[in-house]
């Protein structure tokens, strides 16, 4: 089993900055690529950013790009989601997502998922 944890969620402001981290138990963590994604209210769940298991290769939804940065530290078994500039169409739940690393897109599918964290970004 994986667990994943998310925290750093809260009220911010327009224009301003938030970090995200999520911490992963039961496996070992350098095996497994990483990413965010989100779900607003009565919207379906989205892509966020991804991180493969090496931190060598990273990407980004068109929306988030040039915004977000995801990283991970691989000796802590943290992943990272540093947003900035955050608008308010960032507002939603955001949840952690692992899956065993593999050479198909950064974009999905995930096995594992955290419990979500809430970002609410007033205008």
């Known amino acids: 089993q994986v667990q994943l944890v998310e925290s750093g969620g809260g009220l911010v402001q327009a224009g301003g900055s938030l970090r995200l981290s999520c911490a992963a138990s039961?496996?070992?963590?350098?095996?497994?690529?990483m990413a965010w994604f989100r779900q607003a209210p009565e919207r379906e769940r989205e892509f966020v950013a991804a991180?493969?298991?090496?931190?060598?290769?990273?990407y980004y939804a068109d929306v988030v790009q040039g915004r977000f940065t995801i990283s991970r530290d691989n000796a802590k078994s943290t992943v990272f989601l540093q947003m900035n500039s955050l608008k308010p169409e960032d507002t939603a739940v955001y949840y952690c997502?692992?899956?065993?690393?593999?050479?198909?897109?950064?974009?999905?599918?995930?096995?594992?998922w955290g419990q979500g964290t809430q970002v609410t970004v007033s205008s």
């Open positions: 991180i493969k298991w090496s931190g060598g290769s990273t």
């Open positions: 997502a692992a899956r065993v690393s593999n050479g198909y897109a950064l974009t999905g599918p995930y096995q594992y």
């Open positions: 039961g496996r070992t963590f350098s095996n497994f690529d």
